[in-house]
């Protein structure tokens, strides 16, 4: 899907790659040009929004979904969005 990796990695993370190498090459380029940087470049810490979004729209309008089939689920969750884009709007 060519979407970046932007995998937060612990400070003594070990550069072997068990399984994901990807998670290898985001050490090596931590290591390499350090932690702020690597942030800036990955535009790493933006998770939070998308949370708060989430958030206020399961706050407003429920966390559960009434249709069965994974179809119609994205139909109402799209609704459930619109509608919320309706009511922030008023």
Do not use: H, T
């Not at 810490?45 to 206020?56: D, T, Y």
């Not at 509608?83 to 709007?89: A, G, P, R």
């Amino acid at each position: 899907m060519n979407i970046e990796p932007a995998i937060s990695i612990r400070k003594n993370a070990s550069s072997k790659a068990r399984g994901c190498p990807l998670r290898r090459d985001e050490v090596l380029l931590i290591r390499k040009v350090g932690y702020d940087v690597w942030k800036q470049l990955k535009d790493a810490g933006r998770r939070w929004i998308a949370e708060i979004v989430f958030s206020s729209i399961k706050r407003v309008l429920g966390e559960d979904l009434l249709s069965k089939k994974f179809k119609a689920q994205k139909v109402e969750a799209g609704l459930k969005v619109m509608l919320y884009n309706k009511f922030i709007s008023l």
